[in-house]
C-alpha cells in the first residue's frame, strides 16, 4: 500500500505491523490477514481480516473516545490501517469479564461457563508467549517496574468504564458481551491510554448465554474450517457496526 511503501518497519506482532510517520508524535498500524490461537502455535491467513479488525476497533475506538476514554485513534484508511497516537505499550493484558468462558473456567473450573459475574472481573496479564502470559497481581507489576500505582489505577479505571460503554452498546443490540482484553500504552510520564486494537480477536461476543451463536476467535481456537471462520468475522463486522462490509475491503 502506498501509505506503507518505504516506510521504516519499527515492530511486527501476530497480527499487525507498526511503521513509522512523518509525525513523531505517530505510528502506523497495519492490520494482517494473520489468525492466530494457542501463544502462535497456531496460524493461518484469513483474507480481509485486516480490513475486518482495523475497522472494527475504529469503530470501537470512537465508542470509547466519545464517552471520554483516550485511545490511541487518530485516523482510520481504508482498508486495513489505522494513524495512532505513538505511545509506549506496557508488556499487559488486561482482561474484563462479565461472564465466566474460555481461561477462566478451565483456570478455576467452580466458575460455569455462562455464570454471570458481578462485578466483573478484572485480571492482568504478562505479555510472554514463552510463559503463555501468565496472570500477574498490582503488586507483581510494579515489583516488575511496568507500571505506576498510578497506572494501573488508570487501566483499571478505563478498563470498567469501557466495559460500561461497550456492555451497554451490545446491549442495545441484542448482544452478549462476555469479555474482552485490551492494552495500554504510555503517553506520557504517569498517564496511560488504550491502545493496540478492540474487535473479534480481543472479544467474546455471544448471541446466546450457551455461546453456540458467537461473533469472535473462539471457532477458530475450537477448530472450525477457515472459511467458516472468516464468516464468522464477517458477521461480526456486520452485528457490531451495523453496516455491510466493503467487498474491496474484503478482497484486500
Given at each position: 500500500m502506498s501509505i506503507i511503501k518505504g516506510r521504516q518497519l519499527i515492530a511486527e506482532g501476530k497480527t499487525k505491523r507498526v511503521y513509522l510517520h512523518d509525525d513523531p508524535d505517530k505510528v502506523i498500524l497495519y492490520f494482517k490477514n494473520d489468525i492466530t490461537a494457542l501463544d502462535g502455535l497456531k496460524h493461518d491467513v484469513i483474507t480481509g481480516k485486516g480490513y475486518i479488525n482495523a475497522y472494527i476497533t475504529k469503530y470501537l475506538f470512537e465508542k470509547l473516545e466519545k464517552a471520554g476514554i483516550p485511545t490511541q485513534l487518530v485516523e482510520y484508511v481504508f482498508p486495513n490501517i489505522i494513524i495512532a497516537k505513538k505511545i509506549q505499550m506496557l508488556p499487559l493484558?488486561?482482561?474484563?469479564?462479565?461472564?465466566?468462558?474460555?481461561?477462566?473456567?478451565?483456570?478455576?473450573?467452580?466458575?460455569?461457563?455462562?455464570?454471570?459475574?458481578?462485578?466483573?472481573?478484572?485480571?492482568?496479564?504478562?505479555?510472554?508467549?514463552?510463559?503463555?502470559?501468565?496472570?500477574?497481581?498490582?503488586?507483581?507489576?510494579?515489583?516488575?517496574?511496568?507500571?505506576?500505582?498510578?497506572?494501573?489505577?488508570?487501566?483499571?479505571?478505563?478498563?470498567?468504564?469501557?466495559?460500561?460503554?461497550?456492555?451497554?452498546?451490545?446491549?442495545?443490540?441484542?448482544?452478549?458481551?462476555?469479555?474482552?482484553?485490551?492494552?495500554?500504552?504510555?503517553?506520557?510520564?504517569?498517564?496511560?491510554?488504550?491502545g493496540d486494537e478492540l474487535n473479534g480477536d480481543s472479544m467474546r461476543l455471544w448471541a446466546t448465554l450457551d455461546g453456540r451463536r458467537a461473533f469472535d476467535k473462539d471457532g477458530y481456537r475450537s477448530g472450525d474450517a477457515l472459511e467458516r471462520v472468516r464468516e464468522t468475522y464477517i458477521e461480526a463486522f456486520k452485528v457490531i457496526t451495523g453496516e455491510e462490509p466493503l467487498k474491496e475491503g474484503l478482497e484486500s
Open positions: 493484558e488486561v482482561v474484563c469479564r462479565n461472564i465466566a468462558a474460555g481461561h477462566l473456567v478451565k483456570r478455576l473450573p467452580f466458575f460455569k461457563t455462562g455464570q454471570q459475574l458481578n462485578p466483573p472481573v478484572v485480571e492482568f496479564f504478562y505479555k510472554s508467549d514463552e510463559l503463555h502470559d501468565p496472570m500477574v497481581n498490582e503488586y507483581h507489576i510494579q515489583a516488575l517496574r511496568v507500571a505506576s500505582e498510578r497506572e494501573i489505577s488508570q487501566m483499571k479505571d478505563y478498563t470498567l468504564k469501557a466495559n460500561l460503554v461497550l456492555k451497554d452498546f451490545f446491549a442495545k443490540r441484542g448482544l452478549i458481551f462476555v469479555d474482552f482484553k485490551i492494552e495500554f500504552g504510555r503517553l506520557t510520564a504517569d498517564n496511560v491510554i488504550i
